[in-house]
């Protein structure tokens, strides 16, 4: 059992939904330690992906994954709109012309989407990004996979993992992006990027149930 173009559909819906709760708190984030307008950002990436999918669900998840890239990126301004976009464009070019992502795909588009990050803006791990987030994500549903989780289990594996990564932020010097103009004084806060990462993930694994 896997995950149709209306399933992805539905969980970029879900997605949009927890951005749109989350608006004001990922503002707030980024004002702290940046120019605050992540959550600004994020909602207006993820309104038009509501209106384009509104306009028609494509036929393939691929093809869905690829209509949220190309959304992200004409319609995100900053970091964080190259930086996702790029992630929902490796993981639908991993994810082709499937008719559906079985648990290995999936696993497959998550760590193509990690890839599409990291070779665009370059953080590694430690760096106080969505890159904390979002590579102990990837090792996470790489193991829930192997050890036999269902779809749902794998995203859900990842969700936690991406909350913790998150988390890791606040104790770290950001070396990238614009917190990392502030040295030291960005340590004591959360990177809004990492937060938004782990609610996009748990998003996805709560509309995978
Ligand atoms: P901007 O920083 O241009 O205002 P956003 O506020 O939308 O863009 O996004 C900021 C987030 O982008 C940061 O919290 C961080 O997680 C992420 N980010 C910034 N630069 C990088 C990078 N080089 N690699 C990975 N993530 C990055
Ligand atoms: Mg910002």
Partial sequence: MGCTAEGLATALRAAAGVVAEHRAELIELDRAIGDADHGENLHRGFTAILAALDAGTPATPGAVAK?????????VGGAAGPLYGTAFLRAATKIGDAGELDVPLLVEALKAALEGVQARG??????ATMVDALLP???AAEAAADGGADPAAVLTAAADAADKGAESTVDLVARKGRASYLGERAVGHLDPGARSTALLLRAFAEAAR
């Fill in 67 to 75: 209509l949220a890239a190309t959304t992200l990126i004409s319609k």
């Fill in 137 to 139: 994500a990837v090792a």
């Fill in 122 to 127: 370059k953080a590694v791990e430690g760096d």
